[in-house]
């Protein structure tokens, strides 16, 4: 075989395992629930396969995702219902179930989880008209978001004493990354194979710190740790907060189920103790990059806009 046609075949060989671990990285496609529209920091996404993922803005998020975002890092999610998801730094939240089709309300439902860290609902078509069908899911308590607006943070008891993995799993990906696209540009067949093996074990290796971390932490599906902001005393005592921005919540738990309105903070410290209206701001603070507070379409303001009387999208 002439040398030229000998290395065009290699390429083509080692193209093909690279495509190989590629695969063995990225899910199979599942229910699409909504994309990133804005992102700022870096958002991880552990797959239902186990498979960690970086993603970027226009991403799918799927049914049975869990994403993670980072030190100083917000991400925002719009569903296909133009329902609104803002992930704060730290945060960790799986989309269970999403259901929408604009010409059957009958089959609405969505069912999301709040690992750890702190988020924004606004509400989209399908709350405004399946108001019983929309639940946040906490460790502490079920959240009935409605078609109510509101700010949701949950302070894990282990917070303070949480690893730094996230940052190793990160950075492991990125170097795969990097390592794929310098094997596919490189004109040396040996070094590019090379490469290919490296990046597929760096995934591997992102993957089993994820893992650890759901471990350390007791998480179960978790795919990030706290970061080094983390191992500071937090600024709020444990437990699970809300601030309603529009509209009305529900909290239930084991205590007992209590309902907060537009305006109003709620807080309960355990699962077995009621959610109790808190007369004043207890500390929450929410302050995502301005972007992130424009409203991207009419529909998505008018359902957002806060009645007389609501706290300010922003919690301070």
Known sequence: MPPRNRCSA???????????????????????????????????????????RILGEQSKVEVGDTVSTQAKG??????????????????????????????APGGDE??????????????????????????????????????????????????????TAPRVAYR?????SGLEASAMANDSPVAAF???????????LAHVAAWLESWVTGGGTTVAVTTPSGLT????????YVA??????TLANKGGTTSFTAGQFGFTP????????????????????????????ASSAASTAPKGGAVDCIVR
């Open 10 to 52: 290699i390429k083509s060989l080692l193209l093909a395992v690279l495509l190989g671990s590629a695969a063995w990285v990225q899910a199979a496609p599942g229910n699409s629930a909504g994309t990133i529209a804005h992102l700022s920091g870096p958002l991880l996404v552990k797959k239902q396969d186990g498979s960690v």
């Open 74 to 103: 917000y991400a925002q999610i719009r569903f296909s219902d133009d329902s609104l998801l803002t992930l704060q730094p730290d945060t960790v939240m799986t989309v269970d179930k999403y259901a929408y089709d604009a010409a």
């Open 110 to 163: 969505v069912v999301m989880t709040l690992r750890q860290g702190g988020l924004r609902a606004q509400p989209g078509k399908l709350a405004q008209r399946s108001k019983e069908r929309v639940t946040l899911l906490t460790p502490l308590a079920s959240i009935g978001l409605q078609a109510g607006g509101a700010v949701v943070q949950y302070q894990p008891e282990q917070a303070s004493a949480a690893i």
């Open 172 to 176: 492991l990906a990125v170097l795969a």
């Open 194 to 204: 090379m490469q290919v093996i490296a990046a597929r074990y760096a995934y591997r």
């Open 233 to 240: 005393a937090p600024a709020l005592p444990p437990g699970l």
């Open 244 to 249: 309603v921005t529009d509209g009305q919540i």
């Open 270 to 297: 355990a699962v077995t103790q009621p959610p109790v209206l808190v007369p004043t701001n207890p500390g929450m603070q929410f302050s995502p990059p301005p972007v992130f507070n424009a409203s991207t379409s």
